[in-house]
């Protein structure tokens, strides 16, 4: 009983997950036929997750495409090389490790105790587009979740003075690459949970001695007390990303300040609320979204 059980709980889970990488992938136009994406694998669980849900749509979605998994062994001490390539020569795709020691380059530079991060990540860039232009690649897919656009949002708010975060597509400075992020509806608990059931070799990402009081940190704990303290904080917060007013706002580039004036007749319906009263009624409906029907609206796959 208690296995059947289980089951089921795996199954919703797994649906939800489908379910959800599906919208964002016609949210936001992120495969297109014929298009050879390549899964950046990094040994956590988000990384294992996105591989596995993408294998699992390509076998029913209405458009054709490659997937092919590629992790960049960057030579840190410590670092479980053999984990990745036997896990992957159990799965029906094709996979590439690419060796570049960036572990050298960012201990020559950085001083000791300095974060390592942002160099890090920069050469990290650099190898995989670089590889990307090589093979033929349409698209870049990373792990990145909902819980990562948020705390990113909240990073560059408090510490960067500007509003952005991750965005679910993107394309590089040099306009050669097209980076997806199909998690990006995703919960990081439901990928946690998904992770745990499918029992992945996990690598654990603490192998550069990254350090533990990173701001990243601080704003993860931030939320997850909101999380706790506030039920439906987060969900909210994730919908006011994509429900953006500029006219209300600061940002003279994002909206004409400049030419509004008493002639100026067109605006937008609605957008007049100085003397009403706020409305900030609790949302509900992302608490029921797994039991919900509107599985109609998501046409990349059907799942069942």
């Given at each position: 009983?208690?296995?059947?059980?289980?089951?089921?709980?795996?199954?919703?889970?797994?649906?939800?997950?489908?379910?959800?990488?599906?919208?964002?992938?016609?949210?936001?136009?992120?495969?297109?036929?014929?298009?050879?994406?390549?899964?950046?694998?990094?040994?956590?669980?988000?990384?294992?997750?996105?591989?596995?849900?993408?294998?699992?749509?390509?076998?029913?979605?209405?458009?054709?495409?490659?997937?092919?998994?590629?992790?960049?062994?960057?030579?840190?001490?410590?670092?479980?090389?053999?984990?990745?390539?036997?896990?992957?020569?159990?799965?029906?795709?094709?996979?590439?490790?690419?060796?570049?020691?960036?572990?050298?380059v960012?201990?020559?530079?950085?001083?000791?105790?300095?974060?390592?991060?942002?160099?890090?990540?920069?050469?990290?860039?650099?190898?995989?587009?670089?590889?990307?232009?090589?093979?033929?690649?349409?698209?870049?897919?990373?792990?990145?979740?909902?819980?990562?656009?948020?705390?990113?949002?909240?990073l560059?708010?408090?510490?960067?003075?500007?509003?952005?975060?991750?965005?679910?597509?993107?394309?590089?400075?040099?306009?050669?690459?097209?980076?997806?992020?199909?998690?990006?509806?995703?919960?990081?608990?439901?990928?946690?949970?998904?992770?745990?059931?499918?029992?992945?070799?996990?690598?654990?990402?603490?192998?550069?001695?990254?350090?533990?009081?990173?701001?990243?940190?601080?704003?993860?704990?931030m939320?997850?007390?909101?999380?706790?303290?506030?039920?439906?904080?987060?969900?909210?917060?994730?919908k006011?990303?994509?429900?953006?007013?500029?006219?209300?706002?600061?940002?003279?580039e994002?909206?004409?300040?400049?030419?509004?004036?008493?002639?100026?007749?067109?605006?937008?319906?609605?957008g007049?609320?100085?003397?009403?009263?706020?409305?900030?009624?609790?949302?509900?409906?992302?608490?029921?979204?797994?039991?919900?029907?509107?599985?109609?609206?998501?046409?990349?796959?059907?799942?069942?």
């Amino acid at each position: 009983m208690q296995d059947k059980r289980k089951t089921l709980e795996f199954n919703k889970l797994q649906k939800r997950l489908r379910r959800n990488v599906g919208k964002a992938i016609m949210d936001f136009s992120m495969i297109e036929e014929g298009d050879k994406i390549m899964v950046c694998l990094s040994g956590g669980k988000d990384s294992y997750t996105l591989l596995d849900i993408l294998m699992n749509l390509q076998k029913s979605a209405p458009v054709n495409f490659d997937l092919i998994a590629v992790n960049l062994d960057q030579k840190q001490p410590g670092f479980p090389e053999e984990v990745l390539p036997n896990y992957l020569a159990t799965l029906d795709i094709p996979f590439e490790i690419i060796e570049e020691d960036t572990y050298s380059v960012v201990k020559r530079v950085i001083p000791e105790g300095k974060t390592t991060c942002g160099l890090c990540s920069r050469l990290r860039r650099g190898v995989i587009y670089g590889w990307a232009e090589r093979n033929g690649i349409t698209k870049i897919a990373l792990g990145h979740h909902r819980d990562d656009m948020i705390e990113t949002l909240f990073l560059n708010m408090f510490f960067g003075g500007s509003m952005k975060s991750m965005p679910p597509k993107l394309k590089s400075d040099d306009g050669k690459h097209i980076v997806i992020r199909p998690l990006a509806y995703c919960k990081e608990k439901d990928i946690a949970k998904f992770a745990q059931a499918r029992q992945y070799p996990i690598i654990p990402c603490n192998l550069c001695g990254s350090q533990e009081n990173l701001q990243r940190q601080n704003i993860k704990m931030m939320l997850q007390d909101w999380d706790r303290k506030y039920p439906g904080r987060i969900e909210t917060i994730f919908k006011a990303m994509s429900n953006v007013a500029p006219s209300h706002l600061a940002d003279t580039e994002l909206y004409d300040f400049q030419g509004l004036t008493q002639d100026v007749l067109s605006h937008k319906a609605g957008g007049d609320t100085l003397f009403d009263t706020p409305d900030f009624t609790p949302r509900q409906e992302e608490e029921h979204e797994e039991e919900g029907s509107d599985t109609n609206s998501i046409q990349f796959v059907n799942i069942g």
